[in-house]
């Protein structure tokens, strides 16, 4: 199946840093981008919509100056976390899909996982 | 809320036996979806059911769909200790194909060698 990668797996930051995820798709390109967050023993928690070359579409609740997405590309999109604080710690997956692939399936990354001290 | 319920929360079983875990949604769908999540990593598709088909089979994974109760169940026969993981129904939103899905809470599966 498709490949999607994200990058890092891990990060430890300090509090009021901010840090940047990356999401790539490897092997088709994607229309569409989602991202993820999932708090321990929890279910995935959508948190924004990302489509190439528009702004993002975020889920009630989240806060767009906080959750940056850019999705420049056909095969890249970051989220940054702007200004880290202990309760962003989390992790965050991303998922892509094209509507070239045909099958409505996503494919997800394998995860960042962000610890804030 | 986004979520659909789960249940049970947790299942733990012995090898061999089978697992059963339910799932139940909110709205309207197009198709149903099953994802397994081991701890830490991301999720894997494992199986699509349509709003059209009453039940699915997929190796030793069954699972229906009755949409009158919007619910959903996902049976693994003759579990290994390998299948332990978090299991997780999802729908999309909306009728568009644009992939937004909403997850259940999940059911964390333990299957005891």
């Known amino acids: 199946g498709a490949v999607v990668s994200q990058h890092p797996s891990w990060v430890i930051c300090k509090s009021g840093t901010s840090v940047k995820i990356e999401c790539r798709s490897l092997?088709?390109?994607?229309?569409?981008m989602f991202w993820y967050r999932q708090f321990p023993k929890q279910s995935l928690m959508l948190m924004a919509t990302?489509?190439?070359?528009?702004?993002?579409?975020?889920e009630q609740g989240v806060e767009k100056d906080k959750f940056l997405i850019n999705h420049a590309s056909l095969t890249l999109s970051t989220l940054t976390v702007t200004s880290a604080h202990p309760e962003d710690s989390s992790f965050y997956i991303c998922?892509?899909?094209?509507?070239?692939?045909?099958?409505?399936?996503?494919?997800f990354g394998e995860g960042s996982r962000l610890t804030v001290l | 809320s986004q979520q659909g319920e789960e249940d049970p929360q947790a299942l733990s079983i012995q090898e061999g036996e089978n697992a059963t875990m339910n799932c139940s949604y909110k709205?309207?769908?197009?198709?149903l979806q099953w994802y397994r999540q081991n701890s830490g990593r991301g999720l894997v598709h494992l199986i699509l059911?349509?709003?059209?088909?009453r039940e699915k089979h997929s190796g030793r994974l069954r699972v229906t769909l009755d949409t009158s109760k919007k619910s959903s169940s996902l049976l693994i026969t003759a579990s290994r200790a390998a299948d332990t993981a978090s299991y997780f129904c999802?729908?999309?939103?909306?009728?568009?194909?644009?992939?937004?899905?909403?997850f259940g809470q999940g059911t964390t599966l333990q299957v005891k060698p």
């Open positions: 059911i349509r709003s059209n088909e």
């Open positions: 092997d088709f390109q994607a229309t569409t």
């Open positions: 999802a729908h999309r939103r909306g009728s568009s194909n644009t992939g937004k899905l909403i």
């Open positions: 990302s489509n190439e070359g528009s702004k993002a579409t975020y």
């Open positions: 998922s892509a899909f094209s509507g070239s692939l045909g099958t409505g399936e996503l494919f």
């Open positions: 709205t309207s769908i197009n198709n």
